[in-house]
């Protein structure tokens, strides 16, 4: 069980999302043979969104993310002997990696619950993720380590060798290390995380589904992007677009040099972002949403006829600034409302909450 079977990822959905639940509601068992003694162990990982900064994580670049109320539970029940309820790609490759890391696992039998919508660009694969591992390690009696990015690091590894989704690490750090009331500046380039408070009064961050779910498995948009991206590096001769420059990207072949100036001026809006939330001005962080959005569409060539459709509705309905989310391709739209303007029927209101944790 410790190696990865060959020919791609094991059994589950291309993109890890769970199915859409009720709140509270039992949504499947999962189970595998995870040692030889457990005690009981329940633990809670938070959905994530990016308020801006997207697709600069994988190239070394910053983003401004944070854990959401909604996520995913795993509740861990000890057994005396293996389950067999059916392989799973997250219970397999994170028995296999917690394993390789070497925490000693104990036979359990695992619930997971949802109440996160199924992809929405909210980052279900990663609530689970860690919802899971901790409940591992809980029930193994053992204590995670204190520095989260290295439990990041591991939950990443199953994203990226078992489930066959080549994500950076901003979906992990961000429900690892979320703090109420707080969003999460990350520099990729060193993991370095710092809490910048998200005060949002009588403003309202909301998700809108665009009705078009988003799969980040290979041969997808995202993915090729990441190559896209790879490969402008290679001809700079960079480690990663972090150290691009405009004059550098603008003697690169079409379609390069519209990618790596996203990257360049998305990295630019996370920090004028974060000035204008310094200085609590949300209509300026509107404006920023809605010159990603533009980025994204335009020269990441990330939207779709029905993301576009969404984002149309919400400036209509008074959005301060609206932009697709997560890696796009679909999924959800984020959209910024200010006081007095209604949201559009079915948006999930969206608020900094505390990152993955045990519940006993």
Do not use: K
Not at 20 to 40: E, K, Y
């Amino acid at each position: 069980m410790g190696e990865r079977p060959p020919g791609g990822p094991l059994l589950g959905r291309p993109d890890g999302a769970l199915p859409p639940q009720r709140a509270g509601a039992r949504a499947h068992r999962l189970g595998d043979h995870l040692g030889t003694q457990g005690i009981g162990a329940a633990a809670f990982g938070p959905g994530r969104a990016n308020l801006i900064g997207e697709h600069t994580d994988y190239n070394g670049g910053l983003s401004l993310a944070f854990a959401l109320q909604q996520g995913v539970t795993v509740t861990a029940e000890p057994r005396s002997e293996g389950i067999t309820g059916g392989p799973a790609v997250f219970v397999r490759g994170m028995a296999a990696e917690l394993r390789a890391a070497g925490f000693e696992l104990q036979p359990v039998e695992l619930t997971v619950e949802s109440t996160l919508p199924e992809g929405a660009g909210l980052s279900s694969s990663a609530a689970l993720e860690t919802a899971l591992c901790l409940a591992l390690i809980g029930a193994a009696g053992l204590e995670p380590p204190d520095d989260r990015r290295e439990l990041a690091r591991l939950c990443s590894r199953v994203e990226n060798r078992w489930v066959g989704a080549r994500t950076g690490l901003l979906d992990q750090i961000a429900s690892l290390m979320g703090e109420e009331g707080h969003a999460l500046r990350i520099d990729f380039r060193t993991l370095e995380v710092v809490r910048i408070p998200l005060v949002l009064g009588d403003w309202r961050l909301v998700a809108v589904p665009s009705g078009e779910s988003h799969s980040l498995a290979a041969g997808s948009g995202y993915d090729r992007r990441r190559a896209e991206c790879e490969r402008a590096a290679e001809l700079l001769g960079l480690s990663s677009l972090r150290d691009a420059t405009p004059e550098t990207a603008a003697d690169l072949p079409a379609p390069l040099d519209r990618r790596v100036r996203h990257v360049l001026e998305e990295n630019d809006r996370v920090e004028t972002a974060i000035a204008a939330l310094e200085r609590s001005d949300l209509a300026e962080v509107g404006r920023l949403l809605d010159a990603s959005h533009r980025s994204l569409r335009d020269l990441y060539e990330a939207s779709t006829d029905a993301v576009e459709r969404t984002v149309e509705l919400l400036i209509a309905a008074g959005a301060a600034g609206a932009r697709m989310m997560g890696g796009g391709f679909g999924g959800s739209v984020l959209a910024l409302f200010p006081p007095g303007a209604e949201p559009h029927v079915g948006a999930l209101e969206l608020r900094p909450s505390r990152g993955a944790h045990l519940l006993h």
